[in-house]
């Protein structure tokens, strides 16, 4: 029996790796002889990168570089597993997590620090950049990440313009004669789940990086080749930290279940909590789900226990399987 576990990260509590082997650690005790295939996934915000490296066996590359802010701030990208693709996620160099509550501020915070990630994929011979742009403290249309693969922005003075959101509607010209050549050869796929960048179809991020924009969620499972783990599975798990209403607007459990249905295989979706409208996702694929939490509890207290009430939730739902399979009609 093959069994494929997908499923999202639990926001605070959990990676998608860490999920992947507490629900297959979870169904190993009732099933120990099923083969598990865990397949980490995300939806192009934070824990792609961590998502795609797991499922390619691929690696982690750190460096230094320009925060949203202006200072330094020690960010990483993933290589796959073949060495041909780079996972960038905007909110690891450009991110709001990067910049305290009290310094936030849109119109000054730029995204040099992701174009930076980029260059730094390209001096590694990378020409496959997967992009993921949530979680950003960014309004600047990218004109920061441009900027660090050599464009210049200029004022009606033709004075260069600090790329950050404030500066935009100063921009009079744009230079690209010293734009990386490298970019012309590079296919990059930006990861979203909205389609109108900032600054419209002819923004800054459009123009200069040339790039497919794209859900996340479907990047993410043709990168993982989820469609070739499910044929054949018996079952499909997935999941993130809540399952809701605004699931079916495109998050990562109705993508995996849309390429499981495909095949016919069911789909269990395993969440931290279950919010109003969650029954529209039975609509969407998903056969069943179940929240993890077995008590009410403070916030802190669910988050630190999360791996181990995923474990037990695991478990119990491969017990209900279990004992499904020899009630007779």
Same mark, same amino acid.
């Given at each position: 029996m093959k069994i494929v576990i997908a499923p999202d990260s639990f926001k605070e509590s959990l990676s998608a790796e860490k999920c992947c082997q507490a629900i297959k650690a979870g169904f190993s005790t009732i099933f120990p002889d099923a083969h598990y295939i865990c397949l980490?996934?995300?939806?192009?915000?934070?824990?792609?990168?961590?998502?795609?490296?797991?499922?390619?066996?691929?690696?982690?590359?750190?460096?230094?570089?320009?925060?949203?802010?202006?200072?330094k701030v020690n960010a990483f990208y993933g290589i796959t597993g073949d060495g041909k693709t780079a996972v960038i996620e905007m909110?690891?160099? &450009?991110?709001?997590?990067?910049?305290?509550?009290?310094?936030?501020?849109?119109?000054?915070?730029? &995204?040099?620090?992701?174009?930076e990630l980029i260059r730094h994929a390209l001096d590694n011979g990378i020409r496959h950049i997967i992009l993921g742009i949530g979680g950003s403290a960014t309004v600047d249309g990218g004109m920061g990440m441009a900027q660090a693969l050599g464009v210049r922005f200029l004022d009606a003075d033709g004075q260069p313009l600090a790329a950050n959101g404030g500066n935009l509607a100063r921009v009079a010209s744009?230079?690209?004669?010293?734009?990386?050549?490298?970019?012309?050869?590079?296919?990059?796929?930006?990861?979203?789940?909205?389609?109108?960048?900032?600054?419209?179809?002819?923004? @800054?991020?459009?123009?200069?990086? =040339? @790039?497919?924009?794209?859900?996340?969620?479907?990047?993410?499972? =043709? @990168?993982?080749n989820l469609a070739q783990a499910v044929q054949g599975a018996a079952l499909v798990i997935t999941g993130e930290g809540r399952i809701? &209403?605004?699931?079916?607007?495109?998050?990562?459990?109705?993508?995996?279940? &849309?390429?499981?249905?495909?095949f016919n295989v069911p789909v269990i979706g395993i969440a931290g909590v279950l919010g109003d409208g969650v029954e529209v996702v039975h609509q969407y694929g998903i056969d069943a789900v179940f929240s993890i939490l077995p008590r009410l509890a403070p916030l802190a207290e669910v988050l630190a226990s999360g791996e181990t009430n995923l474990f037990n939730s695991a478990r119990n739902i491969a017990c209900a399987i279990k004992i499904g399979q020899g009630i007779k009609n």
């Open positions: 980490p996934i995300a939806d192009g915000g934070e824990g792609t990168v961590e998502a795609m490296v797991a499922a390619t066996d691929g690696n982690i590359v750190k460096l230094e570089v320009c925060g949203p802010m202006g200072e909110a690891a160099a &450009s991110g709001l997590m990067l910049v305290a509550p009290e310094k936030r501020n849109p119109l000054l915070a730029s &995204s040099f620090g992701t174009g744009i230079e690209m004669n010293e734009c990386d050549p490298r970019l012309a050869n590079c296919h990059i796929e930006v990861a979203c789940d909205v389609d109108n960048p900032l600054v419209g179809a002819r923004g @800054a991020a459009a123009v200069f990086l =040339n @790039a497919d924009i794209k859900p996340g969620i479907e990047i993410v499972l =043709n @990168a993982v809701d &209403s605004q699931t079916a607007g495109g998050k990562a459990p109705l993508g995996v279940a &849309s390429v499981a249905k495909q």
